[in-house]
């Protein structure tokens, strides 16, 4: 921690948020669309979903999709916590076999395309409209009063199901997006192999408030007869688990975390001791996938000795934004870009926050010693080793402070999710010398990277603000109900900061940004090291300001 550092006052932050208008495209012409079919309910309705879920299949024969999903060869997957990254490991392991993938996952974090990856890479804006406006078109001839257009994530399922199908992919991998029985991936009927990842509370307005409703949604997924995996998990959870699978005659495995000796001296290519237990998962789900759709040659499901080369190389190049990623910001100064440093997480559920704390309090100590293994390429891998030599240069003469830069969803619970934070950061020696509470750029009405109009930039901050007092009444000892904040602004749409001396609220995250790149330099003998984490969506606006 760096004393006596001086941080710029907060008062000049106020005003214009520096987003820049875009023009219309064909490319923004799709996000708009898009944009038009996010419903306005809110995450926790209580209308029929059973009903709403059995229209998909109405909307795969308008689509003429359904012999083309029953020839699919696919893995699907649910679970709480490390569902995206077992599915990118998977992905990686398959691909390195010499197989075509196409993967689905959910959310994106810069752009929609990020959703559908065909051989590992996000698909290119060409095929993306012309698949868009197929599927777009027949949907909008075919549906009417009975059966309208299908809401957000239920259209992105059957455009990734499209895709898919005229790509000819070999091996298709299904991250559920929320629960998993009543889930638009499900739809699916005959997947060669299910796997659920760690569970935990999180959606609970919608999936239930016991671990035994949560895995019971989870476990929605398991098709009669198809082989399923999961890890270990909480008495609760794993009792319904194997219930289900047995009134399906699943056959389940439970999978132990992989041994890291496996790698050669390799490290995975997602960091984080968790990955382990999701790298074993997908491991299971890779060599089940193979030995069942025939290529007996590979299958190294009983093997614990050795892992093959395509699977140590699929393993040790996986690659996932957003979760334990760490990005320099280049803005600062090319020749020092390590001034001000970037550790992205998109933890959002108490467990997550508590392993999110314990990676970054880790990283920010190793760094100095292997940074070249932490450290994301921002464009491309060329780009990133040079970019980590010139930040290694001068490390040692430089102090560091921590920095939060903080969101989360307002169903969310502040109160279980800042304290597992800053208590596991305190254990292992971190203090935040500011934590920074800033609304989303993202808004849940709207898709696509344009910025959102000057209209919308009174944003109700009463949110941020309460979150504030949270992580004040956590460094005062008290219950955060009656502290008195000191308001720059006249109320909480105004566009002014409010701050604490160790905690601020700013109205909107690039007036932050602009703060920090600010501070470092003025603090040239100071290397900031700033957590993101709380929202993936928090994340994703991050990584599109930082990269531009």
């Known amino acids: 921690m760096a004393d006596g550092m001086n941080l710029l006052p907060l008062d000049e932050y106020e005003g214009d948020n520096g987003l820049l208008e875009s023009t219309v495209s064909p490319y923004q012409e799709v996000l708009d669309a898009l944009s038009s079919l996010i419903t306005k309910r809110t995450r926790g309705d209580k209308s029929n979903k059973s009903v709403i879920f059995d229209v998909l299949f109405e909307y795969l024969k308008m689509l003429d999709l359904d012999e083309p999903i029953s020839k699919m060869k696919i893995i699907h997957v649910a679970g709480t916590k490390g569902k995206g990254s077992t599915c990118t490991f998977t992905e990686s392991i398959l691909r390195n076999c010499g197989f075509r993938t196409g993967l689905f996952t959910s959310p994106h974090l810069i752009d929609v395309r990020e959703r559908f990856r065909l051989d590992g890479v996000e698909i290119c804006e060409e095929k993306f409209l012309a698949y868009f406006w197929w599927c777009w078109d027949r949907l909008k001839e075919k549906t009417d009063e009975d ?36 889930d638009a991936t499900n739809v699916v009927q005959n997947p060669i192999v299910c796997g659920i990842t760690s569970l935990g509370y999180d959606h609970m307005e919608i999936l239930g408030h016991t671990l035994g409703e949560i895995a019971g949604e989870k476990a929605g997924i398991f098709k009669h007869g198809v082989p399923a995996f999961t890890v270990p998990q909480p008495e609760e959870a794993m009792q319904v688990i194997e219930e289900k699978a047995s009134q399906l005659d699943v056959p389940l495995q439970v999978i132990p975390p992989m ?87 998109g933890a959002h559920s108490p467990e997550s926050m508590e392993i999110c704390a314990r990676w ?108 504030q007092r949270v992580w004040e009444s956590l460094l005062h000892g008290g219950d955060g109900k009656n502290i008195d904040t000191h308001e720059e602004g006249k109320d909480d749409t105004e566009k002014s900061v409010t701050r604490y001396e160790n905690s601020t609220v700013f109205p909107s995250l690039p007036l932050a940004i602009k703060w920090l790149r600010d501070s470092v330099r003025e603090n040239q003998s100071v290397r900031f090291q700033v957590l993101v984490t709380g929202s993936l969506h928090l994340v994703g606006d991050v990584l599109r300001i930082v990269k531009k």
Request: glycine letters at 6%; charged letters at 15%; one cysteine or more.
């Open 147 to 182: 059966i309208p257009m299908p809401t957000f994530f239920h259209f992105i399922a059957l455009l990734a199901f499209k895709i898919f199908a005229a790509e000819q992919v070999d091996v298709v991998i299904l991250e559920v997006g929320l629960g998993g029985r009543l």
């Open 259 to 345: 041994d890291a000796s496996l790698l050669n001296d390799l490290k995975l290519g997602l960091e984080g001791e968790h990955q382990y237990l999701n790298a074993g998962l997908a491991i299971a789900l890779c060599s089940t996938w193979l030995q069942r759709t025939g290529h007996l040659e590979i299958n190294y499901l009983e093997q614990t000795n050795s892992l093959p080369e395509q699977f140590i190389k699929g393993l040790t190049t996986a690659s996932l934004q957003g979760r334990a990623q760490i990005v320099p910001d280049r803005c600062i100064n090319i020749e020092s870009p390590g001034d001000l440093v970037f550790y992205l997480d």
């Open 360 to 467: 970054f309090s880790l990283a920010i100590k190793e760094d100095h010693q292997q940074p070249t293994q932490n450290y994301q390429p921002q464009d491309d891998v060329g780009s990133s080793h040079e970019l980590v030599q010139k930040y290694n240069h001068g490390i040692s003469r430089k102090n560091t402070t921590q920095i939060l830069l903080f969101n989360c969803m307002s169903v969310r619970d502040p109160h279980l999710l800042l304290p597992n934070l800053m208590n596991t950061c305190a254990s292992h020696g971190v203090h935040f010398k500011q934590a920074l509470f800033v609304p989303n750029i993202s808004v849940y009405n709207k898709v696509g990277t344009h910025a959102l109009s000057p209209t919308d930039l009174q944003v109700d901050l009463s949110w941020q603000l309460t979150l």
